[in-house]
């Protein structure tokens, strides 16, 4: 096997296993003669040189910088003079962690009771905590068919990037509904100011009507009577908020069962979640090339700084939608004056017949 950079186009070289490797017919084609000590070979170059064997290297690893930050008189004093000893051996750091202070409150009863005691047993490791944390009810919810279909299935895609979900955001449908003249009907027009300031808006939200309903003897009834009381202070809010039952849900062996048990720990702790979170899996999906060409290799700067990028976010089309005269007519020009500012919209919202009505 030799350090050979191939043309990847070539279809008669392939990669395997992260060797590189050579069908016979490339290799003749190509004359590579495998015992060749010519061919190109990878070398540390002058970086590593710098970055390892260099005067940098040196300056920060053995020079005198390194030796004052690691063997000098200013380490000696912070790891092993009067000062270090006082805070870590002498009698001051005695009685902080290891004195009857320390004792009471790390080692003895109260510390038992709070954390090794069937009290946090019952919450944090008991059945209770397994059920909510780590047994099947946990997987169905964070991880099983269900939370696939809701958070990453089709039905997600539908609602979250399909044509369903650029209908209702971005086409014209949107554009008819938060944009074009139905929209203005609705919240501009003399529509919108019939229900949301005429006599029809003050008689609903202000006149006798919305009186009786918000502040009369009906409203005291249902907001302060003894039926409110009922639903929100008496025994039966107390059986739903604070009686067993609701112990048994945040507090009980269920509880324990959930978020603290066997499944718990085999989803948060274990070989399972190693590999998820810290093994090559991890790596490749983080930090490996993979993750390098997605978020640092030329098709992130090609999506994100390059020229397309450009185009869309800074280029001529971007100034014309948001900045050009079409921006301008729409949003500044004698049209929109017209409809925001003119004397028609003078007359529907401050002229005589807006306060006559």
């Known amino acids: 096997m030799v350090d050979y950079i191939a043309n990847l186009s070539d279809r008669n070289f392939f990669q395997t296993r992260g060797k590189l490797e050579f069908t016979d017919?490339?290799?003749?084609?190509?004359?590579?003669?495998?015992?060749?000590?010519?061919?190109?070979?990878?070398?540390?170059?002058?970086?590593h040189w710098a970055l390892n064997e260099?005067?940098?290297?040196?300056?920060?690893?053995?020079?005198?910088?390194?030796?004052?930050?690691?063997?000098?008189?200013?380490?000696?004093?912070?790891?092993?003079?009067?000062?270090?000893?006082?805070?870590?051996?002498?009698?001051?750091n005695w009685t902080l962690n290891e004195g009857p202070t320390n004792w009471a409150l790390n080692e003895g009863p109260t510390n038992w009771a709070l954390n090794e005691g069937p009290t946090n047993w019952a919450l944090n490791e008991g059945p209770t905590n397994w059920a909510l944390?780590?047994?099947?009810?946990?997987?169905?919810?964070?991880?099983?068919?269900?939370?696939?279909?809701?958070?990453?299935?089709?039905?997600?895609?539908?609602?979250?990037?399909?044509?369903?979900h650029w209908a209702l955001n971005e086409g014209p449908t949107h554009w008819a509904l938060n944009e074009g003249p139905t929209h203005w009907a609705?919240?501009?027009?003399?529509?919108?100011?019939?229900?949301?300031?005429?006599?029809?808006?003050?008689a609903l939200n202000e006149g006798p009507t919305h009186w009786a309903l918000n502040e009369g003897p009906t409203n005291w009834a249902l907001n302060e009577g003894p039926t409110h009381w009922a639903l929100n202070e008496g025994p039966t809010h107390w059986a739903l908020n604070e009686g067993p039952t609701h112990w048994a849900l945040n507090e009980g062996p269920t509880h324990w069962a959930l978020n603290e048990g066997p499944t718990h720990?085999?989803?948060?702790?274990?070989?399972?979640?190693?590999?998820l979170n810290e093994g090559p899996t991890n790596w490749a999906l983080n930090e490996g090339p993979t993750h390098w060409a997605l978020n640092e290799g030329p098709t992130h700067w090609a999506l994100n700084e390059g020229p397309t990028h450009w185009a869309l976010n800074e280029g001529p089309t971007h100034w014309a939608l948001n900045e050009g005269p079409t921006h301008w007519a729409l949003n500044e020009g004698p049209t929109h004056w017209a409809l925001n500012e003119g004397p028609t919209n003078w007359a529907f919202n401050e002229g005589p017949t807006n306060g006559f009505l």
């Not at 200013?74 to 092993?80: D, E, K, M, S, V």
């Open 25 to 47: 017919n490339y290799i003749e084609e190509n004359s590579i003669d495998l015992k060749n000590e010519n061919i190109p070979r990878n070398s540390a170059g002058p970086t």
């Open 54 to 92: 260099g005067p940098t290297h040196w300056a920060l690893n053995e020079g005198p910088t390194n030796w004052t930050l690691n063997e000098g008189p200013t380490h000696w004093a912070l790891n092993g003079g009067p000062t270090h000893w006082a805070l870590n051996e002498g009698p001051t």
């Open 133 to 164: 944390n780590e047994g099947p009810t946990n997987w169905a919810l964070n991880e099983g068919p269900t939370h696939w279909a809701l958070n990453e299935g089709p039905t997600h895609w539908a609602l979250n990037e399909g044509p369903t």
């Open 186 to 202: 609705l919240n501009e027009g003399p529509t919108h100011w019939a229900l949301n300031e005429g006599p029809t808006h003050w």
């Open 265 to 275: 720990w085999a989803l948060n702790e274990g070989p399972t979640h190693w590999a």
